[in-house]
């Protein structure tokens, strides 16, 4: 979701440095130079940090995103904030989303469930979504990159760039210092809808046509509301007005579509909605603290890979608000593409593995682009498990494997998710396969098969961090007392290859497991190159 932003009030302090007082300056080289700073562009920048890539992450704005704009992580990515080390602090900040309430005549006329409420299980621990409001998703995600020794530089334009064969050799522009070069092996725009790195690329996005229109985005305090539920209103103009309490805070998110012909997003004119909307009145909003504009437009690039250079969320898709996809989906791209450059730049694999990011991840962006024009269109608010990004997988990615036969239907394949599953220790201590996933690293899952030479598989590794997990055996690393570990992978006995992102990248049967999986990690680490 794309939006212009209009006036921004909250403030956050200036990190980093920038070192050039005139003219040129060059900058020590980094291996990764991301441009912007919100969730897809310090995802990125978390993901690196723990494997050790060095960074340089710049944002034009001088302070990280303000405004609440998207507020619902879905629970595939909670799961890969879990995985970074958010997830907690994002739980201790957000919360669900409370019953609509809709209005008519000054009362509530009528109560329903918006955001579908769906119980956890044990594979999926994570089963609806958390609204969190967006500056405050960015200031967690800025908080625990700084936790792993990273920093932004704000205040900080990437204004141009050139590359070669070995790196971008970037310019950066900072209004009071002058401009600096920099040169890094790769470049990944995370700078929006509006990306400067798109455009000096020549990259077009491509998409549907929506409806022309516009919403009106505002965070705002008030009175005389209870915050029990999701307040809406419909407008005679066909469009309506929303005041979501947003959880954790004391401010409400004022959503107005199609309130008024001509878009004015001053404060007053805020005061003015609310007041010609609803019963209250002016006075009842104490505080207007940012506001926004939006209008629909939706789109994707062609390709994510541009030589050096990649695209990455907004930057390379921008979808319609409908369904809470597009935050999303940018993280996800984030987590897919981080795992690959640590490879390539930490552990000697092949360069082509680069090209699996567009080859997995452009094929999602289209779906879910499809998915949230229909919502737009349709004006459907329901939000279902449709919606929670579980089902993704990459089953016809050229990492994906699966060399068993005769599977039952339904079963657990290569390319899927790979799911929790609550289980102990040998000893009895409580554990869950997200716990032993969590990290840079991946998984071999030998079920009941105590055959795989583990000693093979750890040497094809060679220097890609690997776990191997052995579940039933004469010398198990975990058991299933509940029966909950074979009921999301299966009874069949089965290695499983698990990706750094949690997802299955080989499936195997113990007799053919070693050679397969030993194969496989051996072009990870610099041993094959990996066909596209």
């Given at each position: 979701m794309a939006l212009n932003s209009v006036k921004e009030t909250f403030v956050h302090p200036t990190e980093g440095t920038f070192e050039a007082t005139a003219g040129d300056a060059t900058a020590p080289p980094v291996d990764v130079l991301i441009s912007g700073a919100g969730p897809t562009g310090l995802a990125l920048g978390i993901d690196l940090a723990r494997r050790g890539v060095t960074t340089l992450i710049v944002e034009r704005q001088s302070t990280l995103s303000p405004g609440a704009r998207g507020t619902g992580v879905q629970p595939r990515t909670q799961e890969v904030y879990d995985d970074l080390g958010v997830l907690a602090a994002a739980q201790a900040a957000g919360g669900v989303y409370p019953p609509t309430a809709l209005w008519e005549d000054g009362r509530i006329t009528r109560t329903h469930q918006m955001i579908a409420r769906v119980a956890p299980t044990p594979s999926t621990p994570y089963a609806e979504g958390l609204m969190l409001p967006q500056w405050r998703n960015v200031q967690l995600l800025h908080d625990r990159l700084r936790d792993l020794g990273g920093s932004v530089q704000l205040g900080v334009a990437l204004t141009d760039f050139t590359q070669d064969t070995d790196g971008v050799t970037a310019r950066?522009?900072?209004?009071?210092?002058?401009?600096?070069?920099?040169?890094?092996?790769?470049?990944?725009?995370?700078?929006?809808?509006?990306?400067?790195?798109?455009?000096?690329?020549?990259?077009?996005?491509?998409?549907?046509?929506?409806?022309?229109?516009?919403?009106?985005?505002?965070?705002?305090?008030?009175?005389?509301?209870?915050?029990?539920?999701?307040?809406?209103?419909?407008?005679p103009t066909g469009g309506f007005l929303s005041l979501l309490p947003l959880a954790g805070t004391d401010d409400f998110q004022m959503l107005a579509a199609a309130a008024t012909a001509e878009p004015d997003t001053s404060h007053e004119a805020v005061r003015d909605l609310i007041a010609a909307h609803t019963h209250l009145t002016r006075d009842h909003v104490r505080e207007v603290l940012w506001t926004s504009l939006y209008r629909p437009k939706a789109g994707m690039v062609d390709a994510y890979r541009h030589g050096r250079v990649f695209l990455a969320g907004d930057a390379a898709h921008i979808h319609s608000p409908a369904g809470g996809q597009g935050l999303n989906t940018s993280v996800q791209d984030a987590y897919n593409l981080g795992w690959k450059l640590g490879q390539v730049l930490r552990h000697g694999a092949p360069d082509t593995l680069?090209?699996?990011?567009?080859?997995?991840?452009?094929?999602?962006?289209?779906?879910?682009?499809?998915?949230?024009?229909?919502?737009?269109?349709?004006?459907?608010?329901?939000?279902?498990?449709?919606?929670?990004?579980?089902?993704?997988?990459?089953?016809?990615?050229?990492?994906?494997?699966?060399?068993?036969?005769?599977?039952?239907?339904?079963?657990?394949?290569?390319?899927?998710?790979?799911?929790?599953?609550?289980?102990?220790?040998?000893?009895?201590?409580?554990?869950?396969?997200?716990?032993?996933?969590?990290?840079?690293?991946?998984?071999?899952?030998?079920?009941?098969?105590?055959?795989?030479?583990?000693?093979?598989?750890?040497?094809?590794?060679?220097?890609?961090?690997?776990?191997?997990?052995?579940?039933?055996?004469?010398?198990?690393?975990?058991?299933?007392?509940?029966?909950?570990?074979?009921?999301?992978?299966?009874?069949?006995?089965?290695?499983?290859?698990?990706?750094?992102?949690?997802?299955?990248?080989?499936?195997?049967?113990?007799?053919?497991?070693?050679?397969?999986?030993?194969?496989?990690?051996?072009?990870?680490?610099?041993?094959?190159?990996?066909?596209?």
């Open positions: 950066l522009t900072r209004p009071d210092t002058g401009v600096r070069t920099v040169r890094a092996r790769y470049l990944v725009a995370c700078d929006g809808g509006g990306s400067t790195v798109r455009k000096r690329l020549g990259a077009r996005m491509t998409g549907p046509e929506l409806a022309p229109g516009h919403a009106i985005l505002a965070d705002l305090r008030l009175d005389g509301l209870d915050r029990d539920h999701w307040h809406r209103w419909t407008l680069l090209d699996t990011y567009g080859t997995e991840r452009r094929p999602i962006a289209a779906d879910i682009l499809a998915t949230s024009t229909r919502l737009h269109r349709s004006g459907s608010l329901h939000r279902g498990r449709d919606l929670h990004q579980l089902g993704i997988g990459y089953p016809d990615s050229p990492l994906t494997r699966e060399l068993r036969t005769d599977l039952p239907e339904g079963a657990r394949t290569a390319g899927d998710r790979a799911p929790d599953a609550p289980c102990t220790t040998p000893d009895g201590t409580p554990t869950r396969l997200f716990d032993a996933f969590r990290g840079p690293h991946f998984t071999v899952l030998a079920l009941d098969a105590p055959d795989l030479d583990t000693a093979a598989v750890t040497k094809a590794a060679g220097s890609t961090p690997l776990r191997t997990l052995h579940v039933g055996g004469p010398t198990p690393d975990l058991l299933d007392p509940d029966g909950h570990l074979h009921a999301a992978y299966g009874t069949t006995p089965t290695v499983f290859l698990i990706r750094p992102d949690g997802y299955i990248a080989l499936a195997a049967p113990p007799e053919e497991a070693t050679a397969a999986i030993g194969g496989a990690l051996e072009a990870y680490a610099g041993g094959a190159r990996v066909a596209v």
